[in-house]
């Protein structure tokens, strides 16, 4: 008796599955998980439909040809965080911890181990005395990261200056370089032709 008033206890309680309400939209599922939108925020679900990573408005979205949504690539999902009037990007993991911390101006998703990235400096050219602060200007490489973020390569040898104009906008600098395979890169260059790199490995 005590068995069969034990199992009509789990099976109702197993029966229950979370409910997500009121969704404006989900993506396919992509390394796993699928993201969820609700209003400006977005979630991830893993194939249960369990949340995985609660909802937050510092995803950054990935054009494909399913819709513009965030998504994870080789375990890691862009992340922005704005620091000084500058948006800065960088990587969470799937526990929804910071795996590389935002510090570039502009990232791709992972391909493999490694992603493209706009690594900025920062010069300071002079003191505006009336506003009492420094006057500074912002210039960037386009460079390739491995998992921990840091550089292994560096694909353009002379620095783009930024415009103040990226410093509070969401439309970040253009990465022009792309992946044609693991470890195959083309670089264009000034003249608008393309460069094919070997990188690192």
Same mark, same amino acid.
């Given at each position: 008796?005590?068995?069969?008033?034990?199992?009509?206890?789990?099976?109702?309680?197993?029966?229950?599955?979370?409910?997500?309400?009121?969704?404006?939209?989900?993506?396919?599922?992509?390394?796993?998980?699928?993201?969820? *939108?609700?209003?400006?925020?977005?979630?991830?679900?893993?194939? &249960? !439909?369990?949340? @995985? $990573?609660?909802?937050?408005? /510092?995803? #950054?979205?990935? *054009?494909?040809?399913?819709?513009?949504?965030?998504?994870?690539? &080789? !375990?890691?999902? @862009? $992340?922005?965080?704005?620091? /000084?009037? #500058?948006?800065?990007?960088?990587?969470?993991?799937?526990?929804?911890?910071?795996?590389?911390?935002?510090?570039?101006?502009?990232?791709s998703n992972f391909?493999?181990?490694?992603?493209?990235?706009?690594?900025?400096?920062?010069?300071?050219?002079?003191?505006?005395?009336?506003?009492?602060?420094?006057?500074?200007?912002?210039?960037?490489?386009?460079?390739?990261?491995?998992?921990?973020?840091?550089?292994?390569?560096?694909?353009?040898?002379l620095s783009k200056?930024?415009?103040?104009?990226?410093?509070?906008?969401?439309?970040?600098?253009?990465?022009?370089?792309?992946?044609?395979?693991?470890?195959?890169?083309?670089?264009?260059?000034?003249?608008?032709?393309?460069?094919?790199?070997?990188?690192?490995?």
């Amino acid at each position: 008796m005590k068995t069969i008033f034990l199992t009509l206890l789990i099976i109702p309680m197993l029966g229950i599955g979370q409910t997500i309400e009121d969704i404006d939209f989900i993506s396919p599922f992509h390394d796993g998980l699928a993201a969820v *939108k609700k209003g400006n925020e977005w979630a991830f679900i893993d194939q &249960n !439909g369990s949340i @995985i $990573i609660d909802f937050r408005e /510092d995803f #950054v979205l990935t *054009k494909t040809d399913k819709g513009n949504f965030p998504l994870f690539s &080789n !375990g890691k999902c @862009i $992340i922005t965080h704005q620091k /000084d009037g #500058v948006l800065y990007y960088g990587f969470i993991d799937k526990k929804g911890k910071i795996s590389i911390k935002p510090q570039f101006l502009n990232v791709s998703n992972f391909q493999g181990d490694k992603a493209l990235a706009l690594i900025v400096h920062k010069e300071t050219i002079g003191y505006n005395d009336i506003f009492k602060k420094d006057v500074v200007n912002y210039h960037y490489f386009e460079v390739v990261i491995d998992e921990n973020g840091n550089v292994t390569d560096h694909l353009t040898q002379l620095s783009k200056h930024i415009s103040p104009k990226y410093t509070k906008s969401k439309n970040p600098p253009v990465i022009t370089s792309k992946f044609i395979s693991d470890n195959l890169i083309v670089v264009k260059n000034d003249d608008n032709k393309w460069n094919l790199r070997k990188i690192s490995h």
